[in-house]
């Protein structure tokens, strides 16, 4: 009896050895606000229509999200680590999603780089340890104003490489074999959506740069679009008292952008298998005052379809208050205008306008 006692001391020894060695984080974050928005549209018939709403929402400032976060020294310069993050809305409680839904992820780390493999974002995503291209070139990183280029949605299925930092080089490649397990098709087959992307960013002193490219490998189905291919490229330079950032892009083969929608549905402009094609430019900036931080920054896309041509403009501001070093008040203007040129037998030209104003109170665990 006394060896089994002496036995089961040195399995949770063991095992306490073993869980010292590990660092794992209960992390996340919640945020809670109200957003006004007001649209004004006219159709393709001349008619219009306007709408407003007076919403309470969780992740009105940043996604509201939990997560788990793990790393473990394997010696010889190697780590291993991973992520489990899941979304939640705090003004009912539910997940949205599925769990784990914005990232689960593992990923082993050394002086050649980092692999890493499961779902996690794109290069344009603006999430995960893949964020390395919109975190250099879009003043909101992706970030929840109403105002943004094109991007790419997380990826399912995904193995991504990211290179160690040379001369201030960092290279990065990243394939996903089925980008949405939900949808129809076999992962690692033609029949089924898949992302394959390439990044390289240079960095030296105030000045970060990235250029990347990204193509949806779209499923061989009669009808289907041709691929979508989108190339982002820019930096910013921080000046010390203010930080400025510019962007282009130039896509094709996109499907229906979230941007140009000719109405709420997201489906109503005509593509043929060529999708939609055009380039975009932002500037933004970065400054602090009054007391708190400042992001700005303004958006433009031209875009051509089978018929019709399209123009996005976007202009954002966002001011970030600190309470204390977790808790913060987000407050963000943002008006956007969607137009799309009528066809002959159609009225009026596609116009939108969209004027949204919000505040949330964020707070980080």
Same mark, same amino acid.
Do not use: C
């Given at each position: 009896?006394?060896k089994?006692s002496?036995?089961?001391? =040195? ?39 306007d ?7 969780s ?6 999200r ?16 991973f ?7 705090v ?10 839904d ?19 974002g794109?290069?344009?995503?603006a999430a ?28 399912d ?10 001369a201030?080089?960092?290279? =990065? ?12 098709g ?6 089924s ?25 779209? @499923?061989t ?21 203010? @930080?400025?950032?510019? =962007? ?9 952008l ?14 043929? @298998? ?66 799309w040129?009528?066809l ?7 116009e ?14």
């Amino acid at each position: 009896m006394f060896k089994k006692s002496l036995a089961a001391v =040195a399995v949770l020894g063991a095992f306490a050895a073993n869980a010292m060695a590990a660092d794992v984080t209960l992390y996340g974050k919640v945020d809670m606000g109200l957003q006004y928005q007001y649209t004004d549209t006219t159709d393709f018939n001349g008619q219009s229509k306007d709408v407003d709403a007076l919403e309470l929402n969780s992740g009105v400032g940043q996604a509201s999200r939990w997560g788990i976060k793990g790393t473990e020294d394997l010696g010889n310069g190697y780590q291993v680590s991973f992520v489990l993050e899941s979304p939640i809305k705090v003004d009912d409680g539910t997940n949205p999603n599925g769990l784990f839904d914005r990232e689960a992820s593992m990923a082993v780390s050394s002086d050649w780089g980092t692999l890493m493999a499961g779902r996690f974002g794109a290069f344009s995503t603006a999430a995960s340890a893949t964020d390395i291209l919109m975190s250099r070139v879009e003043s909101f990183d992706g970030g929840h104003t109403g105002a943004e280029l094109v991007m790419f949605d997380r990826q399912d299925n995904a193995i991504a490489y990211l290179s160690p930092k040379f001369a201030g080089f960092q290279a =990065a490649a990243m394939y996903s074999f089925k980008g949405d397990n939900t949808a129809t098709g076999r992962e690692g087959h033609d029949d089924s959506n898949r992302y394959a992307g390439v990044a390289l960013t240079y960095d030296i002193g105030a000045l970060q740069t990235a250029i990347g490219y990204e193509q949806l490998l779209r @499923q061989t189905v009669a009808g289907e679009q041709n691929d979508q291919k989108v190339v982002t490229f820019g930096g910013n330079y921080d000046f010390g008292m203010f @930080q400025l950032y510019a =962007a282009g892009q130039y896509f094709e083969g996109a499907g229906q952008l979230k941007l140009l929608a000719a109405d709420d549905k997201n489906a109503n402009i005509e593509l043929d @298998q060529d999708g939609i094609e055009g380039y975009g430019l932002h500037f933004g900036a970065k400054f602090d005052a009054l007391a708190g931080h400042f992001d700005t920054g303004v958006y433009y896309i031209d875009a051509e379809s089978q018929k019709r041509d399209g123009e996005y403009f976007a202009v954002a501001g966002r001011y970030v208050y600190d309470l204390s070093k977790r808790t913060n008040i987000r407050t963000t203007l943002a008006y956007n205008q969607k137009n799309w040129d009528k066809l002959a037998g159609e009225k009026d030209d596609f116009e939108q306008s969209n004027y949204v104003a919000k505040v949330s109170l964020t707070h980080n665990f």
